[in-house]
């Protein structure tokens, strides 16, 4: 299993007591689709392993507390703290036709209400504090958040996602 055909559900935040078990952080809108999963793959030395589940007990704030086969002791689970977790693409749930994946937007045109077509999103950069979309732009690397009043619309059939920048924003990358 592969990066390209995965995509990221969270990540290991801590371990959890002394018998293997560990608070896992869903970065999904909806972390009750994924409560039956019953194995993972956790990114280790830039490999996919897989690990199958004991249990996957949801907590509050998109959080579950997981036990891994095989794995029943804290010095064990320790060295996953941090480690990102993945689930083929083919788990991902039905979304509604106006709904869209994150990754789904790689190389799709950029459109501004006001400027027109700027670029195309080259990637997407999931971060805990927010997402953004990353295009270039004029030969420069532009960040554009992912949030509602900025993107406006997402045309899958068209592959174009719309905005409405910030005031200034284009400007604060082309600066020298």
């Known amino acids: 299993m592969n990066k390209d055909s995965c995509f990221q559900l969270g990540y290991v935040v801590k371990v959890h007591g002394l018998q293997g078990e560990v608070l896992i952080a869903l970065d999904v809108d909806y972390p009750e689709e994924y409560e039956e999963i019953k194995h993972l793959f956790l990114e280790r030395n830039n490999r996919l392993i897989p690990h199958f589940l004991e249990h996957f007990v949801p907590q509050p704030n998109n959080r579950f507390l997981a036990k891994f086969e095989e794995l029943n002791h804290v010095d064990q689970v320790k ?3 941090g ?14 036709e106006d709904q869209y994946f994150f990754h789904e937007l790689v190389g799709f045109q950029v459109v501004d209400d006001t400027r027109g077509a700027l670029g195309e999103v080259s990637v997407i950069y999931d971060l805990q504090t927010q997402d953004l979309i990353g295009m270039t732009y004029m030969e420069k690397e ?6 509602d009043g900025i993107i406006t619309k997402v045309d899958k059939a068209a592959k174009k996602v719309y905005c409405q920048l910030p005031e200034g924003l284009l400007d604060i990358y082309l600066e020298e």
């Open 83 to 96: 480690a990102a977790l993945y689930l083929p693409l083919k788990e991902l749930p039905e979304l509604e």
């Open 142 to 147: 532009v960040l554009i958040p992912i949030k």
């Open 79 to 81: 060295p996953l703290v």
